[in-house]
Antibody, heavy 121, light 107 residues
Framework: EVQLVESGGGLVQPGGSLRLSCSAS????????MHWVRQAPGKGLESVSV????????YYADSVKGRFTIARDNSKNTLFLQMSSLRTEDTAVYYC??????????????WGQGTLVIVSS | DIQMTQSPSSLSASVGDRVTIACRAS??????LNWYQQKPGKAPKLLIY???SLQSGVPSRFSGSGSGTDFTLTISSLQPEDFATYYC?????????FGQGTKVEIK
């Protein structure tokens, strides 16, 4: 059974930093790209960042570029999101997501339960 | 970035109704279109990928159609457990953008 368990969320002041972790199990972690997706309270879904299976390629949404860093440790089946210079608009539930594919179709196959980040003074 | 627009933003329906949700992409995305269901306090769940392929375990009352820029999610006979918010997402290019969501409520 695929499991994705996020941790590291919490309350942080504007300008502060936080590091999210996602522990993965139930699949061969090193074979899949991984994503962070966030959802502000009462709002829709936003793809924040993605990292390739070997960590060699990353992407960031414009809203977080230069402030967030995605990384992974394939030896420990763990995904990270280092967040710095946090803003109130970064307040959201952050989901760790496993990429999936079938033939040429790609999709967000499995989601963690999410971890809440609140940026407030 | 490719913009995804869903309509309507919300709808009210009764158990047993046929429900249709539309999704439009700002440029052609072939059939690189996925649909997700999200219930309050829960993570989204994949329903359909490749515009029309049903994810394993998803009831057959859910179906998807379309290609290019216009897509549709249909629930043939709405069940009590289907009241939720539905999101479309394009997987044609990065970032994999989402529609704003359609909330299906009980009439």
């Amino acid at each position: 059974e695929v499991q994705l368990v996020e941790s590291g969320g919490g309350l942080v002041q504007p300008g502060g930093s936080l590091r999210l972790s996602c522990s993965a199990s139930g699949f061969t972690f090193r074979n899949y790209a991984m994503h962070w997706v966030r959802q502000a309270p009462g709002k829709g879904l936003e793809s924040v960042s993605v990292i390739s299976s070997n960590g060699g390629s990353t992407y960031y949404a414009d809203s977080v570029k230069g402030r967030f860093t995605i990384a992974r440790d394939n030896s420990k089946n763990t995904l990270f999101l280092q967040m710095s210079s946090l803003r109130t608009e970064d307040t959201a539930v952050y989901y760790c997501v496993k990429d999936g594919y079938s033939s040429s179709w790609y999709y967000f196959e499995y989601w963690g339960q999410g971890t809440l980040v609140i940026v407030s003074s | 970035d490719i913009q995804m627009t869903q309509s309507p933003s919300s709808l009210s329906a009764s158990v047993g109704d046929r429900v249709t949700i539309a999704c439009r992409a700002s440029q052609s995305i072939s059939s690189y279109l996925n649909w997700y269901q999200q219930k309050p306090g829960k993570a989204p769940k994949l329903l359909i990928y490749g515009a029309s392929s049903l994810q394993s375990g998803v009831p057959s009352r859910f179906s998807g159609s379309g290609s290019g820029t216009d897509f549709t999610l249909t629930i043939s006979s709405l069940q009590p457990e289907d009241f939720a918010t539905y999101y479309c997402q394009q997987s044609h290019s990065t970032p994999r953008t989402f529609g704003q969501g359609t909330k299906v409520e009980i009439k």
